[in-house]
């Protein structure tokens, strides 16, 4: 298995491949698709896209959590976390290697 990450130039790349678009265009594009992602998730709303999954945020609650090198009892704050389910079109793709 190939451990390459997919980068913001390779998805403009893609597009200006797939797409016909110019360099510029493309990059935009998915500048634009990200910043549209991003907004929509730190109002709060949840983001599903089709086929592939969907991206929400959780609020996690206080806590009390251990620091694992004295033992002594430390409270964790309050935070959002970012959550990604992978549609079952997803997970059977990378089931089946396609």
Do not use: C
């Not at 730190?42 to 806590?63: D, L, N, P």
């Amino acid at each position: 298995m190939d451990n390459r990450t997919i980068t913001r130039a390779d998805l403009a790349e893609a597009v200006y491949e797939q797409v016909g678009l110019s360099r510029n265009e493309s990059a935009d594009l998915v500048e634009a698709v990200i910043d549209e992602i991003s907004d929509d998730l730190v109002k709060g709303e949840g983001v599903k896209i089709s086929s592939f999954g969907s991206f929400s945020v959780r609020e996690k609650g206080e806590r009390i959590g251990r620091n694992p090198k004295t033992g002594i009892e430390v409270p964790i704050s309050p935070r959002k976390v970012l959550v990604f389910r992978a549609s079952h079109v997803l997970k059977d793709r990378i089931n089946s290697g396609e």
